[in-house]
């Protein structure tokens, strides 16, 4: 595992999001439990399953479909986390100005970043590949090849990015102050649960981390969300949280408000994205299957 510093946009409005940074820090999906990961999807495939068009889902899947043919060891864009290693190439995305989307100023965050599995890669390559539409463009799959090769599109302007599998331990102050004050606004009965959930990162568990997922019944395809609490159900686990104020003091977060451990209303963010038979939704699941069984996942 490899360690390194790194820079995350982190959307500071959407309470799913605000509940893991405030934890502390969240997992990319695949440090999750077989069993557990079937259902799991990244965030930032959540957000574009939930807003983007159809034609955006598509190009996702043909990239996701060359990488499976030429680099299948390198991170997905399904499953990894999306991290900046480089401050020039932050600054490339600053100077165009036509990333849209959540890569504003406000959402950037320093991370310190545990990876399992890294796969560092030239996001200039994605103007060839993807139109500001979401469709794929004419001779995409040249660049597609490119773009997973982790060639530069060009030496003097790279836009580098690393598709991690890891663990991030979010460092910056302003993003957990304006996640907090967000949180106790929306959630104020969860403040209780929230510590616990602190305390839990504290201990390197996944519990008390927001994650989003993919379930199926006859009406068609949603996306849920869900908050982990699998570790706490255990003797030994809660041991070792009443002994964490003594032995890791500065992992603690404080002792949790036993009148404030309410679940957090995440119904709101979650939601149908199409029916059960609609040949995209079709394709997704059976790559996440793939991804299942893929070596590192």
Request: hydrophobic share 40%; proline share 4%; glycine share 8%.
């Amino acid at each position: 595992m490899s360690t390194f510093e790194g820079h995350v946009y982190l959307d500071h409005h959407y309470p799913p999001v605000l509940w893991n940074i405030v934890r502390g820090g969240f997992d990319s999906v695949g440090l999750l439990p077989d069993g557990e990961k079937d259902f799991a999807i990244s965030v930032s495939l959540a957000s574009m399953l939930q807003n983007s068009s159809a034609s955006r889902l598509e190009a996702e899947l043909s990239l996701e479909q060359v990488r499976l043919a030429t680099t299948p060891n390198s991170v997905s864009r399904l499953r990894g986390v999306f991290v900046f290693d480089d401050i020039e190439s932050i600054s490339r995305i600053w100077d165009s100005n036509k990333w849209g989307g959540h890569f504003i100023d406000e959402y950037l965050a320093d991370v310190g970043v545990w990876a399992k599995k890294s796969t560092r890669v030239d996001a200039a390559w994605i103007d060839d590949i993807i139109n500001n539409q979401g469709k794929l463009l004419p001779g995409w799959e040249a660049a597609a090849v490119k773009y997973w090769s982790g060639r530069p599109k060009s030496k003097d302007a790279p836009i580098w990015e690393v598709l991690v599998e890891g663990r991030f331990c979010i460092w910056s102050m302003h993003s957990k102050e304006a996640a907090l004050k967000e949180i106790s606004a929306i959630w104020p009965n969860s403040l209780g649960l929230l510590t616990h959930s602190m305390n839990c990162f504290g201990l390197g568990s996944l519990d008390g981390q927001c994650f989003a997922g993919i379930t199926g019944n006859e009406a068609g395809i949603s996306i849920d969300h869900y908050l982990r609490m699998i570790d706490s159900k255990e003797a030994e686990f809660i041991e070792q949280l009443a002994r964490l104020p003594a032995e890791s003091p500065k992992f603690f977060a404080g002792k949790p408000d036993l009148e404030k451990m309410c679940l957090p209303d995440l119904t709101g963010y979650s939601g149908r994205i199409c029916a059960k038979d609609d040949t995209n939704l079709t394709a997704l699941l059976n790559l996440l299957s793939q991804l299942k069984n893929e070596t590192g996942s």
